[in-house]
């Protein structure tokens, strides 16, 4: 097993929507400095986990631990701010705003402003701006975006907008980034340099938990991979055992066959 720090823990997380359980005694855990996925069929669990561990809903029993204090009760921004960031499956952008605009949103989320600096345009204030800005700039490089930074993100086709998302995510210096099948909609080319893109940001000290349906991807890039089924972890090990885990096996033949009713 692993030696290194554990940044996230997750114990016998439960949700549930109604009569829908989502997630059903999720134990997991995620440590420093790593590359970890989440797979599993569709409805396994996997988004509803990040929604949780995330703090955008509420779980209906268990413990999540972050980097040692429980954030079972904080809020979105409060998680970001202990170090946590995450993309979406749905990209959530911030479509009639520039693209520097949008990474510059995230910057300022982890930095102390009042409202009072921001009212009065204090010297505090201006500092603050222009280093958001530059960080901002930095990140939209260092995840490969080349374009004006001034037009509409909107305006961006869609991998761009993932790169724009990706950068926005970093904005907030996260020791763990929650990635939400970035590759979905992507080209060949444009998933070869996300993973590329995924090992630098590990090779930053960022612990990245990957949740992705690109099974060459996930092959590939991961350390250690977790997999889901109704809610729950079934399997966790390296790329090799888990390709011939069984239960990992049956759960996706599974599935197969439901797809094709
Ligand atoms: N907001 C919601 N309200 C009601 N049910 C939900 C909600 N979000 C998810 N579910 C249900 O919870 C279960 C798990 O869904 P979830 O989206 O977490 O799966 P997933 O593993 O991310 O699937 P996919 O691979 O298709 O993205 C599914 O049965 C889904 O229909
Ligand atoms: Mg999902």
């Keep these: 097993m692993s030696t290194r720090n554990t940044l996230l823990e997750v114990k016998d997380l439960h949700l549930q929507f109604g009569g829908v359980k989502a997630v059903d005694g999720l134990t997991m855990s995620v440590h420093e400095n790593e590359i970890v996925s989440v797979i599993g069929p569709n409805g396994a669990g996997k988004t509803s986990a990040f929604n949780c561990i995330s703090g955008f809903y509420r779980p209906t029993g268990g413990c999540i631990t972050f980097m ?3 954030i079972m ?6 998680i970001t701010q202990m170090g946590m960031a995450r993309t979406f499956q749905n990209l959530r952008l ?6 520097v605009d949008n990474v510059k949103t995230a910057a300022h989320a982890t930095m102390s402003q009042s409202w009072y600096d921001a009212f009065l345009h204090t010297p505090r204030f201006r500092r603050t701006e222009r280093a958001c800005e530059a960080d901002a700039l930095a990140w939209l490089d260092f995840v490969g975006f080349s374009g004006d930074p001034e037009a509409f993100v909107g305006q961006l086709p869609y991998g761009g907008q993932r790169k ?7 904005a907030t210096s996260p020791k763990v980034l929650l990635l939400d099948e970035p590759a979905a909609g992507l080209n060949h080319t444009e998933t070869q340099h996300l993973m590329a893109l995924i090992r630098q940001i590990r090779d930053l000290g960022v612990s990245i938990v990957l949740i992705e349906h690109d099974m060459g991807l996930v092959m590939d890039i991961s350390e250690r991979i977790i997999v889901l089924n109704y809610g729950r972890e079934i399997a966790d090990g390296t790329p090799e055992e888990t390709r011939n885990n069984p239960q ?9 066959e439901e797809d094709a009713q």
């Design 164 to 170: 724009v998302e990706i950068a926005r995510a970093l």
């Design 73 to 78: 009760r904080a809020r979105p921004s409060r």
């Design 94 to 99: 911030f479509a009639d705003m520039s693209i």
């Design 248 to 256: 990992v096996i049956e759960a996706y033949l599974g599935s197969d």
């Design 68 to 70: 040692g204090k429980s």
